[in-house]
Antibody, heavy 128, light 107 residues
Framework: EVQLAESGGGLVKPGGSLRLSCVGS????????MSWVRQAPGKGLEWVGL??????????DYAAPVQGRFTISRDDSKNILFLQMKSLRTEDTAVYFC???????????????????WGQGTPVTVSS | DIQMSQSPSSLSASVGERVTITCRAS??????LNWYQQKPGKAPKLLIY???ILQSGVPSRFSGTASGTDFTLTISSLQPEDFATYYC?????????FGQGTKVDLK
């Protein structure tokens, strides 16, 4: 069974930094597009960003609220996805999930991306 | 950014009822639309993608349809384990946005 496990969450003061990790197992991590999604207390899901596989360029994209403050990276040798968070704000308080962005392909080509596997989430609290 | 408008935001239903949730995209997203189910304290679970392809292991009472920029998730006969919050998501263009969610609870 494909598995993802996040770690690194905790309490941090506004303006502080934190690095989250997500370890993948039982799939070819290096081929996967990986994403971070967060959920503030009592709120809906918010896409944070994504990193493509290195074979697809290895580039990252971010949601506007975190652009310039968060950095997504990956270590394919260790099957680990990272989310480096800087200049944290109280509104960054959330549970952070990592997910694999699978691609549906058939004989006619490849079509859609979807999050087929999620980690259990790691909570981040930004508070003084 | 593409906005996903999901409705209703909540609904109350009984076991056995047919439930329909709608998601409207602010522009064309072709068929890059997914549906997830989330229960309290748990990670979301993929139900449907493409937007009518049932993820492996998902009961056949769940179905999805698309018409232009309008997408629908239907639960044909609500079961006790279906009480949860449902989200749509577009993966047509970055940023990949979610709808605001629909909470389904017991009438």
């Amino acid at each position: 069974e494909v598995q993802l496990a996040e770690s690194g969450g905790g309490l941090v003061k506004p303006g502080g930094s934190l690095r989250l990790s997500c370890v993948g197992s039982r799939f070819t991590f290096s081929n996967a597009w990986m994403s971070w999604v967060r959920q503030a207390p009592g709120k809906g899901l918010e896409w944070v960003g994504l990193i493509k596989s290195n074979s697809d360029g290895g580039t990252a994209d971010y949601a506007a609220p975190v652009q310039g403050r968060f950095t997504i990276s990956r270590d394919d040798s260790k099957n680990i996805l990272f989310l480096q968070m800087k200049s944290l704000r109280t509104e960054d308080t959330a549970v952070y999930f990592c997910a694999t962005a699978a691609l549906f392909c058939d004989g006619g080509g490849c079509y859609w991306r979807y999050f087929d596997t999620w980690g259990q989430g790691t909570p981040v609290t930004v508070s003084s | 950014d593409i906005q996903m408008s999901q409705s209703p935001s909540s609904l109350s239903a009984s076991v056995g009822e047919r439930v329909t949730i709608t998601c409207r995209a602010s522009q064309s997203i072709t068929r890059d639309l997914n549906w997830y189910q989330q229960k309290p304290g748990k990670a979301p679970k993929l139900l449907i993608y493409g937007p009518s392809i049932l993820q492996s292991g998902v009961p056949s009472r769940f179905s999805g349809t698309a018409s232009g920029t309008d997408f629908t998730l239907t639960i044909s006969s609500l079961q006790p384990e279906d009480f949860a919050t449902y989200y749509c998501q577009q993966t047509y263009d970055m940023p990949w946005t979610f709808g605001q969610g629909t909470k389904v609870d017991l009438k």
